[in-house]
């Protein structure tokens, strides 16, 4: 045990930077004392280039850990670092995109004010769980919103038939914004019927990820769906070697139709979501289904994103001046959108799941794919366990990604000595993204609990509290618990190897 002891701190991260800091200082002092006189001022203006170079990387906006990943890579790789810096790291938005964003935000203030009906309501309520809807509101400027229906659909063969249905419906318009597309029986069915739309006059509009289909869609793809009459985006089309914030990538689900119904929850629109096809074992998702006015959030959402692509402002007026229906459930809701600085300001997701997580008085159901939380979530979590807060974690029985997977495992050890029950999903894989806290209030979203969904990635989710609505997810967790196995403590000790290997990996997972 001593042993294993002296092996995890010399494999520490603060013992890497260490060895990584002298190895460059003794190759430094290599170079210089064989270096050939006439290098000296090539030499010179180098230094000063990585000085430069480390200085911008200590000054960076940000936390601690999101820096420390290219301050080693710039320390132990003094030129390749450099290089790499310069081409990969968000160095912040591209001149075509200020104007659009500046517009966008100041829209976004006219069109969900600070002293709304509905949020001055909540901050008069008592209710214990309104900390994260007052957060969204004030550092998001997403209103929380009374008398809203909120429906859940527990799987891909639920919720498919009934959207394609649902489509067929629209009058006025169709919007659509997913990180995957694969052509197929789904998607197949969805482009007939918005074809069929386009034709009767609706408007439709669709925005991809150019990186989430890669290998599934060709690059001219959107110019044949404008031919049929679909406004059709990429959303930061991939160049190899030019594209160099190829992480903040558009990972957002947003399906609304005209102004009766939103959808978003974890389904892109591809087979293996509806389970007609088997990828890796059963695949367990989740959507939910927003009527009422928190759809407007969503078609906000949408149309700032869309008009990125587009580089042009849409008429917001048309799509958001409108007088919602209200339902008899009076859900309160707040969709919201989350995304890459300097795109969006706050960690919103991150900062939603903490609240949520902090303000648990009995217990919180959490499903994730992915688990490589910020350093923040994490003591969130821990912390909760600690309260004795029944505290549910649920991930994949059957991973899609090996070493994500692996290194999610490097957590469990911490987990469990906080009392924390990890439970792997043995149906196969489940995608879905949900929390529930207490009973009564929930999220579904597109948010992974990695540093990908709560940094790099554009993302959106809902958090919600009826009482129905909430039940479902919660039941739907603890079935999934049912079916799961309970990883115990003899399981989640890991190997001296994979933990060195694990340790290297979470220097790195930042960037990830």
Known sequence: MAFIKILKKIFSRMALMLLLILIQIGAIIAL?????????????????????????????????????????????????????????????????????????????????????????LLKKSDNPYKTPFEYLAHAMKSTPTYGNKVSYYKSGEEWFPHFIEELKSA??????????????????????????????????????????????????????LRKEGIKCYRFNPFIPLLSGIFNNRDHRKIAIIDHKEAFTGGMNLADEY???????????????????????????????????????????????????????????????????????????????????????????????PYFIPTENLKSSIIRAGYRGIDVRILLPGIPDKGAVYKLATSYFKELIKAGIKVYTYN?????????????????????????RSLIHHFECGAIFIDDEAVKEVENDLIDCYDHSELVSKEKAEISVFTGFLCAIMKVFAQLL
């Open 32 to 120: 210089a004392v064989f270096m050939i006189q006439a290098w000296w001022p090539f030499v010179i203006e180098f230094a000063l280039i990585h000085i430069i170079v480390f200085m911008l990387v200590i000054n960076r906006k940000g936390t601690a850990d999101m820096k420390m990943p290219w301050v080693i890579v710039v320390l132990a790789l003094p030129l390749v670092g450099s290089l790499l810096y310069a081409f990969f790291a968000n160095h912040g938005l591209k001149p075509k995109y200020k104007k659009i964003v500046k517009s966008v935000n100041k829209l976004s203030l006219e069109y969900f004010p600070q002293d709304s009906l509905d949020l001055e």
């Open 171 to 224: 009058k006025e318009f169709i919007f659509l914004e997913f990180f995957i597309i694969d052509r197929g029986k789904e998607w197949t069915q969805i482009h007939d019927v918005l074809v069929k739309k386009a034709k009767e006059g609706v408007e439709v509009r669709l925005l991809y990820d150019d990186i989430g289909c890669t290998g599934l869609l060709h690059s001219i793809y959107p110019n044949q």
């Open 274 to 368: 509806a389970n007609d096809i088997v990828k890796f074992g059963y695949w367990k998702d989740a959507m939910i289904k927003i009527e009422g006015p928190a759809i407007k959030n969503l078609i906000f959402l949408f149309l700032s994103m869309f008009d990125l692509c587009q580089n042009q402002l849409s008429d917001y007026d048309k799509y958001l001046i409108y007088d919602y229906q209200k339902y008899k459930e009076n859900a309160l809701v707040t969709p919201f959108g989350d995304g890459p600085a300097p795109f969006i300001a706050q960690e919103a997701g991150e900062a939603t799941f903490v609240n949520m997580i902090e303000n648990a008085k009995e217990r919180v159901y959490i499903c994730t």
């Open 427 to 451: 149906e196969g894989f489940n995608h879905q993204k949900s929390i529930v806290v207490d009973g009564k209030i929930a999220f579904v979203g597109t948010i992974n609990m990695d540093y």
